[in-house]
């Protein structure tokens, strides 16, 4: 497929998108498209951005790349009378420290230059107050979607269920779905009087209601791309809905963070996702002609995405897998103040590590790994425990052997979560390990544990040993952990209300942050993996 340079002007309705209950009452419409006309639409989506405005050190993605590579895009389809909209999977929030401490500010306003058009609620939209995710919104200038997050109060959508764009002659029906996974993954403390139902039984319900109204209908998701359907101990997402619910002709997904290459095609819907961080812009071009999308390409598209090649002498370097593309000048100059701010405050070295510490997604929520058992034996000193468990979800990066800074301690635990601690007895202690000992691999909730070993038997912990020594029926134990996982998240046992529980005010990173001053350097022998759970 050939890109070239042209622009296109987005075209949507105004106003606030109508609820659910207002488009029930409203009966199907007569098509304003024209019989045998073929009207040619562009579909551009991101998603999982997570704080990545900034391109990294090797010149990788970044926003002002982005804004190049769309707006030429743009100007290519309008020169071919075609139309777009550009969407996003949501999950903007969490994940690089110059955006994290800045409320993703840059990033939002970044979203506002490029003209997104509406993006799905992420379960990372919710790691920070609500007060935040509406000032957040204002930044950003185009509508969040969720048709499944509600007011606990009232029972209506938080945000819009769905916005309807009118694209030439059609109208576009652009619905959003978060994954009930939040319940678990967003901070419980934020989530107080928000009520998460199911994406796949308010669809049932929204999808055929929005068939009346649009000729097209766009699921925007953050629900996860499993293959064949198989979510383990995730939620249901896209394949599952689009199984389950007919009438969808194309979901924009995000979550599980999957780079799809190809649509995968289930009961004549699209699934799409653009893997992870702006690295991708994903794009599919569509003719609808007579009620129906006769014809589909689509790509992902790289955004300064390089590749290790060996030279003539033997060296590697790091080359474009495609024509580099430049950056985008008023983005940078908006960018650029954000960058240096945040620079200025992270850069400052706590400490030395003889080792990478291993914090990778695929890897730290599949087995126990050095920077796992760091992390919880830092909750646990700091707080006088036994024990200390952290779940992996909240581990997102490694720590990678060399001086450590501010700023890298702050890439593995960005959630500015409080380190808290309960004194159980043996049988509450038990209880409490049985549940996290059996958090399924490959998901956020995989413990990771300092002090205890233990035998998983039938779905029962047997066998504890406490800092080498077997458990003592009529002692007290203190397990420590991050008020998150205390609060019921990632599906661990809330413990917020026993009475022995205490939030220690210390939040995690700071934590780590002054374990590694005092403990360096690092010794990443000290911290390998011993086999805590035996299964």
């Known amino acids: 497929m050939k890109f070239t340079k042209r622009f296109i002007t987005q075209l949507a309705i105004t106003g606030v998108a109508l609820s659910v209950t207002a488009c029930s009452m409203?009966?199907?419409?007569?098509?304003?498209?024209?019989?045998?006309?073929?009207?040619?639409?562009?579909?551009?989506?991101?998603?999982?951005?997570?704080?990545?405005?900034?391109?990294?050190?090797?010149?990788?993605?970044?926003?002002?790349?982005?804004?190049?590579?769309?707006?030429?895009?743009?100007?290519?389809?309008?020169?071919?009378?075609?139309?777009?909209?550009?969407?996003?999977?949501?999950?903007?929030?969490?994940?690089?420290?110059?955006?994290?401490?800045?409320?993703?500010?840059?990033?939002?306003?970044g979203m506002n230059m490029l003209k997104y058009d509406a993006m799905a609620l992420g379960n990372h939209e919710f790691d920070n107050p609500l007060s935040v995710l509406k000032k957040q919104q204002e930044w950003a200038g185009f509508p969040f979607l969720s048709a499944n997050i509600l007011d606990a109060k009232t029972g209506k959508p938080l945000f819009d269920a769905y916005k309807i764009f009118q694209v030439d002659d059609l109208k576009i029906a652009v619905v959003g779905f978060t994954t009930d996974d939040t319940v678990k993954l967003g901070n419980p403390e934020y989530l107080e009087g928000i009520k998460i139902e199911s994406p796949i039984t308010v669809a049932k319900k929204l999808i055929p209601e929005l068939r009346k109204k649009a000729d097209l209908v766009v699921a925007v998701t953050h629900m996860g791309h499993y293959k064949d359907g198989n979510y383990g101990g995730n939620a249901p997402g896209d394949v599952t809905?689009?199984?389950?619910?007919?009438?969808?002709?194309?979901?924009?997904?995000?979550?599980s963070q999957t780079p799809l290459f190809a649509p995968d095609e289930q009961n004549g819907t699209l699934i799409l996702q653009a893997h992870e961080w702006g690295k991708y812009v994903g794009r599919l071009d569509f003719v609808y002609k007579n009620g129906a999308i006769v014809w589909s390409q689509y790509k992902l598209i790289p955004v300064n995405l390089k590749k290790k090649v060996k030279t003539a002498d033997g060296k590697s370097e790091r080359v474009f897998i495609e024509e580099e593309i430049a950056q985008d000048p008023t983005m940078l100059e908006m960018l650029t103040p954000f960058q240096e701010k945040g620079q200025k405050e992270l850069n400052i070295e706590i400490g030395f590590s003889d080792s990478d510490f291993i914090g990778d997604r695929s890897v730290v929520r599949n087995q126990e790994t050095n920077l796992g058992n760091l992390i919880?034996?830092?909750?646990?000193?700091?707080?006088?425990?036994?024990?200390?468990?952290?779940?992996?979800?909240?581990?997102?990066?490694?720590?990678?052997?060399?001086?450590?800074?501010?700023?890298?301690?702050?890439?593995?635990?960005?959630?500015?979560?409080?380190?808290?601690?309960?004194?159980f007895t043996a049988d509450e202690l038990t209880d409490y390990l049985s549940v996290a000992a059996a958090k399924q691999a490959g998901t956020g909730a995989f413990a990771q544990f300092s002090g205890v070993a233990l035998t998983l038997k039938d779905g029962k912990a047997t066998n504890i040993m406490v800092n080498g020594k077997a458990l003592d029926a009529a002692k007290t134990y203190r397990i420590a952990m991050n008020n998150y996982t205390a609060s019921g998240g990632d599906g661990y046992p809330k413990i917020v209300d026993h009475p022995n529980y205490v939030n220690s005010g210390y939040v995690d990173a700071d934590v780590l942050v002054e374990y590694i001053r005092n403990n360096y350097p690092l010794e990443g022998a000290k911290f390998a993996p011993t086999g805590a759970v035996k299964r």
């Open 26 to 109: 409203m009966g199907p419409q007569k098509p304003d498209w024209q019989e045998d006309k073929e009207y040619r639409v562009t579909i551009l989506h991101t998603n999982d951005h997570h704080g990545r405005f900034w391109q990294n050190g090797n010149g990788e993605y970044g926003m002002a790349a982005r804004k190049t590579l769309i707006d030429n895009i743009r100007e290519e389809v309008a020169l071919d009378d075609g139309n777009s909209l550009l969407l996003s999977g949501g999950d903007i929030n969490t994940g690089v420290p110059e955006s994290d401490l800045q409320d993703a500010e840059p990033d939002f306003r």
């Open 376 to 423: 919880a034996h830092a909750m646990q000193k700091k707080v006088n425990a036994d024990i200390g468990i952290m779940n992996s979800g909240g581990i997102r990066d490694n720590l990678e052997k060399g001086i450590v800074t501010y700023k890298s301690v702050l890439k593995v635990q960005p959630f500015g979560n409080m380190v808290s601690y309960v004194d």
């Open 241 to 255: 809905l689009a199984r389950t619910v007919p009438g969808i002709d194309v979901i924009v997904g995000g979550h």
